[in-house]
């Protein structure tokens, strides 16, 4: 953002502080830029750089390196960053009043926004820290007695793993760990492969909706029809997921998702979301003491004590951002960015591919691996030679590094990235 620009911004800011502004105007050009794409489809809208120039202007981005690791958290657009420091000042102005008097209301109406935005009730949604804290919630709440068992799969992600196995040490439940392929024919193999896994005693699964080893988007809504056959609950990991591909909860038709918003919605660090089926609410244990609550309320979930109600109110923002683009367009895009260097380096000497190519089954995050280097090390060359910023991914099955670009990375990044990875695969 320009200097003057930011000047601009502080004085306004210091004229209407205490009052949470969240509708700061840093989108006009998105908004202006859409009406040129009226009538293109979403997939013709990908490939269209004029109008992403537009939507990459609303990041500030370090110019130190070229950033493809996008998967751990992305960073957010600059009105969601505005936002979020007027909203610290104007709770730092009145801090317990805000916290006793404004509070509530506050964040019932940003839940209202997020559960309006991801198609269910605001009384099936928590407000948590992030995803580990969101299906903890789950995964120590349910009510299993030992010897229940619960399928999972090792592409999962390691503290949901490592959350059942603290269940099955405490309470003696049993955990079935199974394979996925990399590059499935159907997504009845996929199906088939957990309901292999099944038994009377399971209770539950757990369900990666997107890997975040490879990219790999598994059909969640077919898992969870052949498990609620069996009487089978199922958690949908959704922490990769959610505003990356275009979907709302009650698609999945999962009992429990949850996911981290400050991933692809964009919105400030330390924002995640749990969904709980209104009828599932009464049943799972809260992970932390309440007894204000009555068992079928969703607010049991959320009394995590005092915590950063300005990320919760800067999430307006991010939605707003979101929004303009649109679900799809945005799902589209990010597909077109990876498959804009995937295509590119498929025929490269050593080239190891580690994620589906069919659409449905990835969008924005890809794994490649080249034969005869260690993931660590084409990590670091990519960063030492080239400044690409990867992260690399040793998995029994998948090895290789992880690329992820977002919204605001350009073509001519990826062109830099083709070009390292075909000099470092054909020097093997
Ligand atoms: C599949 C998956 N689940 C859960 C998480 C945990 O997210 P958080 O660290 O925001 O809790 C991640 C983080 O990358 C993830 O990839």
Same mark, same amino acid.
């Given at each position: 953002m320009q200097t003057a620009r930011r000047n601009f911004l502080r004085q306004s800011l210091k004229a209407t502080a205490a009052v949470p502004v +969240?509708? +700061?105007?840093?989108f006009e050009d998105i908004q202006a830029a859409t009406l040129q794409i009226k009538g293109k489809s979403d997939l013709q809208v990908a490939s269209d750089e004029s109008f992403w120039y537009q939507v990459q202007k609303s990041f500030t981005v370090s110019p130190h390196f070229i950033n493809l690791e996008n998967g751990y958290f992305t960073l957010a657009a600059d009105e969601v960053i505005e936002a979020q420091i007027k909203n610290i000042r104007m709770i730092n102005e009145q801090p317990s009043w805000y916290m006793r008097k404004m509070q509530w209301d506050d964040r019932l109406a940003i839940k209202k926004k997020i559960a309006d935005f991801a198609g269910v009730s605001h009384e099936e949604i928590a407000l948590l820290r992030n995803t580990t804290e969101a299906l903890n919630v789950v995964i120590q709440g349910l009510d299993m007695k030992a010897g229940d068992e619960a399928v999972m799969t090792n592409q999962d992600y390691g503290s949901m793993l490592e959350a059942f196995q603290l269940k099955a040490k405490r309470y003696g439940t049993v955990n079935k760990e199974i394979d996925l392929p990399l590059h499935p024919k159907s997504d009845q193999e996929i199906v088939d492969i957990y309901e292999k896994a099944i @038994?009377?005693? @399971?209770?539950v699964i757990l369900v990666t909706h997107l890997i975040n080893l490879n990219g790999h988007v598994l059909p969640v809504r077919k898992i969870a029809d052949m498990a609620h056959g069996k009487g089978v609950e199922v958690i949908s990991d959704s922490a990769h997921a959610f505003a990356h591909v275009d979907f709302k909860i009650p698609d999945l038709d999962c009992d429990y998702l949850g996911t981290s918003l400050h991933k692809w919605l964009g919105a400030s660090l330390g924002l995640g979301m749990l969904y709980v089926k209104k009828d599932k609410i009464a049943n799972l244990w809260p992970l932390l003491g309440d007894t204000g609550m009555p068992e079928d309320d969703i607010r049991k979930f959320e009394h995590i004590g005092t915590h950063a109600c300005s990320s919760d109110l800067a999430l307006a923002n991010a939605l707003r951002f979101h929004n303009i683009i649109g679900s799809s367009r945005k799902e589209q895009r990010l597909r077109y960015l990876k498959n804009y260097w995937m295509e590119k380096v498929t025929d490269y000497p050593n080239i190891v591919l580690n994620t589906p190519k069919e659409d449905q089954r990835s969008c924005a995050i890809g794994n490649v691996g080249v034969e005869g280097i260690e993931p660590a090390k084409l990590e670091e060359v990519l960063y030492d030679k080239y400044k690409i910023f990867t992260v690399a991914i040793n998995h029994k099955d998948i090895k290789g590094v992880r690329v992820t670009p977002h919204l605001y990375t350009t073509t001519k990044d990826l062109d830099v990235f083709v070009s390292a990875l075909q000099e470092i695969s054909s020097s093997m």
């Open positions: +969240l509708g +700061l105007s840093f @038994t009377p005693k @399971t209770k």
